[in-house]
Nanobody
């Protein structure tokens, strides 16, 4: 059975930092592009960042220079280091396994989803 379990969401002040983690099981982790998505209230779910099996990373323009995606293949764990957080980063953050990232970090490419973790940034 496939599981993607996120953790690390919290409430922080603007300018603060958080590190999200996502532990995967039940599928061949190293065969997928792993990504982070987020969904704010009344907004579409959007791709934030992704990392290919070979370590190539992709970021949404809104988070470039502030967020860093990484992974530990030995632990089947994906991370998202978020620095200089802004109120507009407030959302539920979802971990996902994508069939590939050639077309970008898009929901259409997602094979498996996590349940999400809430990030709230106050001004």
């Amino acid at each position: 059975q496939v599981h993607l379990v996120e953790s690390g969401g919290d409430s922080v002040q603007s300018g603060g930092s958080l590190r999200l983690s996502c532990v995967s099981s039940g599928y061949s982790y190293s065969g997928y592009c792993m990504g982070w998505f987020r969904q704010a209230p009344e907004k579409e779910r959007e791709g934030v960042a992704a990392i290919d099996p070979d370590g190539t990373t992709t970021y949404a323009d809104s988070v470039k220079g502030r967020f860093t995606v990484s992974q530990d293949n030995a632990k089947n764990t994906l991370y998202l280091q978020m620095n200089s957080l802004k109120p507009e980063d407030t959302a539920i953050y979802y971990c996902a396994a994508l069939s590939d990232c050639w077309g970008g970090v898009v929901t259409a490419a997602v094979a498996y989803w996590g349940q999400g973790t809430q990030v709230t940034v106050s001004s």
